[in-house]
């Protein structure tokens, strides 16, 4: 992630993402289990293993490895390790620094082979998840900016404070839908691009869906929303020096 923030302004959206990281501990991740994709099954499958303040640990670990990259900071043996637990999930070391593939499949492996196996595009109607794109995110989340928008990525944009904030929504390939962030500053240049919920929790820059379902469309596209606004919600103090 490439931030042209301040530091403050680095450290009140690393602060805000771990108080989301601990709330979703608290709540037994009660938004995470609502994203349909390979990356938050791994982030879960891995958690419900542990008790609770393993749990916190693990969390706060995975802010802190999304973060690193423009907020150094230490990190404890033991949340390096929980890191690396994330990172090679599915293998096992047999020998310091040698790792091997588990046997069973995860929960993880036998998602992605459903998706290898059934053909999400023509399991969806597409139009339907649109149209529930632009009713929603039009709503609240910013104007549609048909200069950057295309047949399947809308992106919205909303004046907060002396920055914009674009919010782009990706309705094509292999997924249902998927969002994030990027924040424009006055001289038009993107300083903080592809944040969203699953960035704050330290797992990836999108939240995405793609489970082959055909219930799973216009309630994904509702989740997203929901998450979208909270961030827009919180956005004039956490980039409120923003230049």
Known sequence: MNMAFSKAVAQRLFDWSLSMARMEVK?????????????AFRYLEIAKAFNMPKKRVFAAAMVKRYFQVFLPMEMTLEETHLVRKFINFGQFEIAPGVVALKAAPSQEEQYLNVLAGEGLSMRLDRKI??????????????????????????????????????????????RIVGYSHSIVNSSGAQAMPYFSFLSALGISSMTDWSLPALDEGESAVATAHELAAGFLQDAPNLFKDVE
């Open 27 to 39: 709540s037994d991740f009660v938004n995470l289990k609502k994203i349909q994709n390979p990356l």
């Open 129 to 174: 998840i649109r149209s529930s794109v632009k009713r929603l995110f039009g709503q609240e989340i910013g104007e549609l900016d048909k200069r950057r928008t295309t047949r399947s990525i809308f992106c919205f944009a909303k004046k907060v404070n002396d920055f914009v904030v674009l919010t782009v929504v990706d309705t094509g390939g292999q």
